[in-house]
C-alpha cells in the first residue's frame, strides 16, 4: 500500500507546484504583453510600411509566442489634408494596399465611413488583419474588474466589432476592406457606379493604372470617379511623373506594350479632369509632403465636382 500511495502523493504535490510556478509565468507574461505594446513615437515617418515589434502571448495550457504588433507610422501626407473634408463623409480609398493610410483617415479624420479598395487579394487580406492589430481594448472590458493583456486584443480584435459599416463613426466600425478592380473593362461600365461618396482618393495610383490599361484605362477611373462622387465631392489625387514608370515597364510584356502605346501624359490629367468628358470644375493644389525619398515627394491635387445649387 505504502508502495502504490507514495507516487500519487508526490504526484499531487508535483502538479500543485507546477500550477502555481505556471500563475507566476502568466503574470509575468502579462505584465510583458502590457509593456510591448506601449506607444512609441520616435519612429520616423514611411509609406506604406509598418515597423513589426515580437510580442508574447499567453496560450492555454502553456506560452507561445504569436507573432508581431504591426506600428505603423503617421503618413507625410494626411498633413495636407484637413480633417473637415472627411468628418461624418463616405470615403472612398482605391489601391488602399494594406490599409496603413486608410485606417489613419478612419482613426484621425473621423469619417462616417471608409472603404479601402485593392485589386491584389493578398493586400486585403493583410489590410483587415492590421485593422485588429489597431483595435483599441473595449472600454467596457479595460474598465471592468478583470484586465486582460492589451496584446489579446491586438491579435484577436475586440469582443464585438459592428459588420455594419454606417452603423457608427467611430473606428473601427468606419472602416472596411473589400478586393475590388475600380478600373471599368469597357465605357458601358463607366456610369454603373452610383453617387455616393464624399470623397475619393487615389494615392500612388495612376502609374500602376496606366501601365496596367494604357490610356483608355486610365481615362475610364477618371470618368468612373466622377461618377461615383456626390456633388461637390472631392477627388484627391497624387500622380506619379512619367520619368517613374520607365523602372517599371519590363514587368510584364503586357505592360511594356501598354507603356510603349502611352500618349497621354501625366502633366496632360489636369486638363482632362477639368474639361468636357469628365467635367470637374476646379483643381485646388494641396502642397508636396514632406518624405526622405525624393521618389516619395510628390504634389498633391484636389478636383472639385459640380455642387448641386
Not at 226 to 233: A, F, I, R, V
Not at 259 to 271: D, G, L, T, V
Amino acid at each position: 500500500m505504502m508502495h502504490f500511495k507514495a507516487p500519487q502523493l508526490s504526484l499531487k504535490l508535483q502538479t500543485s507546484q507546477r500550477a502555481e510556478a505556471r500563475l507566476q509565468i502568466v503574470s509575468q507574461i502579462m505584465e510583458i504583453s502590457r509593456a510591448v505594446m506601449m506607444p512609441h513615437r520616435h519612429y520616423q515617418p514611411s509609406y506604406k510600411k509598418a515597423r513589426m515589434r515580437s510580442f508574447v502571448m499567453v496560450t492555454t495550457p502553456g506560452i507561445m509566442v504569436i507573432g508581431t504588433v504591426a506600428v505603423f507610422a503617421s503618413d507625410s501626407r494626411l498633413k495636407l489634408m484637413q480633417m473637415e473634408w472627411f468628418d461624418g463623409k463616405t470615403v472612398l480609398d482605391i489601391g488602399c494596399n494594406t490599409g496603413q493610410v486608410t485606417m489613419e483617415i478612419a482613426q484621425k479624420f473621423k469619417p462616417k465611413s471608409i472603404l479601402g479598395i485593392d485589386i491584389d487579394e493578398g493586400l486585403i487580406k493583410m489590410a483587415k488583419k492590421n485593422v485588429i492589430r489597431v483595435i483599441p481594448l473595449r472600454t467596457d472590458i479595460e474598465q471592468g474588474s478583470i484586465q486582460f493583456p492589451m496584446s489579446f486584443s491586438k491579435v484577436y480584435g475586440p469582443i464585438a466589432v459592428s459588420n455594419d459599416l454606417e452603423s457608427n463613426g467611430a473606428f473601427p466600425n468606419n472602416i472596411r476592406f473589400k478586393q475590388e478592380n475600380f478600373v471599368p473593362l469597357d465605357d458601358a461600365s463607366i456610369d454603373q457606379g452610383k453617387p455616393k461618396y464624399h470623397v475619393i482618393l487615389a494615392l500612388s495610383l495612376t502609374k500602376w493604372i496606366h501601365l496596367n490599361w494604357g490610356d483608355i484605362g486610365i481615362k475610364r477611373m477618371f470618368k468612373k470617379i466622377h461618377s461615383c462622387l456626390l456633388p461637390g465631392g472631392m477627388f484627391i489625387m497624387e500622380p506619379q511623373p512619367f520619368l517613374s514608370y520607365t523602372k517599371k515597364k519590363y514587368l510584364t510584356h503586357e505592360i511594356f506594350q501598354n507603356y510603349s502605346s502611352i500618349s497621354f501624359k501625366p502633366e496632360e490629367f489636369n486638363e482632362y479632369l477639368l474639361g468636357p468628358e469628365v467635367g470637374f470644375v476646379e483643381c485646388l493644389p494641396l502642397g508636396t509632403p514632406e518624405n526622405p525619398s525624393k521618389g516619395f515627394q510628390r504634389p498633391l491635387e484636389m478636383y472639385v465636382k459640380k455642387g448641386s445649387k
